[in-house]
C-alpha cells in the first residue's frame, strides 16, 4: 500500500496596513476570535491555550512569537502546527498562513473521524475564507 503524505497549506494575502496593525488582529485572543476561532491565546513562547472548533475544544501550545514577524502554535494533539508569517512591502502587509504537521493522506484525523487528504482540502478552502474575513477587519 503506497502512503501519501499531505502537503502543507499555505496561504497568503496582501494587507494595506502597516506590520503593526495586522500583528494586532492576529496575536490576541480577542483580534483572533474575529477572524478565525474562539480562544483564549495569549501569544507568550509555552502558552496553553485552546481553540473551540466545530469538532470542540482544540488544545493548542504556543511554539514561537517573535513580534510583529512571526505567530506559530501547535493545534490539537494530531501533530498540526500553524505558523501566522507577516512580512513588510512598502505600506502593505503580506500575512502568509502556513498549516503544517499533515501525516498520510488515509491516515484518520480522530476528531474529524475522515482521513487526512479530506480534512486537509476542506481546511485549505476554510483558511482561504478565513484570511478574506481577517482582510475584512480592518
Do not use: Y
Not at 1 to 13: C, P, T
Not at 112 to 122: D, E, I, S, T
Request: proline share 6%; aromatic share 10%.
Amino acid at each position: 500500500m503506497m502512503h501519501q503524505s499531505v502537503k502543507d497549506i499555505q496561504h497568503s494575502i496582501k494587507i494595506n496596513k502597516s506590520i503593526e496593525q495586522v500583528w494586532a488582529n492576529v496575536s490576541t485572543a480577542r483580534s483572533l476570535s474575529k477572524w478565525f476561532m474562539p480562544n483564549d491565546l495569549v501569544a507568550q513562547t509555552g502558552c496553553v491555550f485552546h481553540i473551540q472548533s466545530p469538532f470542540g475544544p482544540s488544545p493548542c501550545t504556543v511554539l514561537n512569537v517573535q513580534p510583529e514577524r512571526e505567530l506559530s502554535f501547535s493545534w490539537d494533539e494530531d501533530g498540526w502546527i500553524v505558523t501566522f508569517s507577516l512580512t513588510p512591502l512598502n505600506d502593505l502587509t503580506l500575512f502568509t498562513v502556513t498549516h503544517s504537521g499533515w501525516k498520510n493522506a488515509d491516515d484518520l484525523v480522530p476528531k474529524a473521524n475522515q482521513p487526512q487528504g479530506r480534512v486537509r482540502n476542506f481546511m485549505d478552502q476554510g483558511w482561504d475564507g478565513m484570511l478574506q474575513k481577517l482582510k475584512a477587519t480592518f
